[in-house]
């Protein structure tokens, strides 16, 4: 019976009427978790930016129900950054909603001297400017503020970060699963 049987699967395999192709290739599988249980986000944000030979990163950090917002200027050139400003101003924080309506800015309300001025920042250094919205105010603006944005003023880069939040979730974790198939030859049948 086995001698029968090996001549009849190699004539099936031989004159069967799909056509099949080889190739090589590799695959890679993917899985990563889509939601999960306990917070969703922490209570910080942070954006970071390359412009030229300047690095400018914004952190947004939420505590103990106020929001606190730091831009770090670095200049890792080997000459000094400088910025001419037309008023005593250096820095701005906004904070908008989730239509790019402005809800809040540090500068609002401030007087800044009149003057043309300068900042620079020293080769290899860095510049922090920091914001803090106290709880009181942060409250008021909260369940509506999306993304906070911080800029040196007079130059050419703002960058910006989505607001921290803090969200409970208590539901089962959804994972996604998918491959990415590469390779050489043909991958459908005629």
Not at 31 to 38: Q, R
Not at 104 to 123: E, K, R, V
Not at 155 to 173: D, E, F
Request: glycine fraction near 8%; aromatic fraction near 10%; charge should be neutral.
């Amino acid at each position: 019976m086995r001698k029968t049987l090996i001549p009849l699967l190699l004539a099936a395999c031989l004159f069967s009427p799909t056509t099949t192709y080889a190739g090589f290739g590799t695959g890679i599988g993917i899985s990563f978790p889509a939601s999960g249980s306990g917070t969703v986000s922490s209570g910080s944000t942070y954006a970071a930016l390359q412009y030229e030979a300047l690095v400018e990163e914004l952190s947004l950090t939420e505590k103990s129900g106020q929001l606190v917002m730091e831009l770090k200027v670095s200049n890792n050139g080997d000459t000094p950054y400088t910025a001419s400003h037309r008023n005593g101003q250096i820095y701005d924080f906004i904070i908008s909603d989730k239509n790019g309506k402005k809800i809040w800015q540090w500068s609002d309300g401030m007087a800044f001297t009149q003057a043309l001025c300068t900042t620079t920042i020293a080769p290899h250094s860095f510049e922090v400017y920091t914001a803090e919205l106290d709880s009181k105010a942060y409250r008021k603006i909260k369940d509506n503020a999306v993304l906070a944005t911080a800029y040196i003023l007079d130059t050419p880069c703002r960058l910006s970060a989505r607001i921290p939040t803090r969200t409970a979730a208590k539901s089962t974790p959804v994972m996604i699963h998918g491959g990415v198939i590469f390779g050489n030859g043909r991958w459908v049948d005629d």
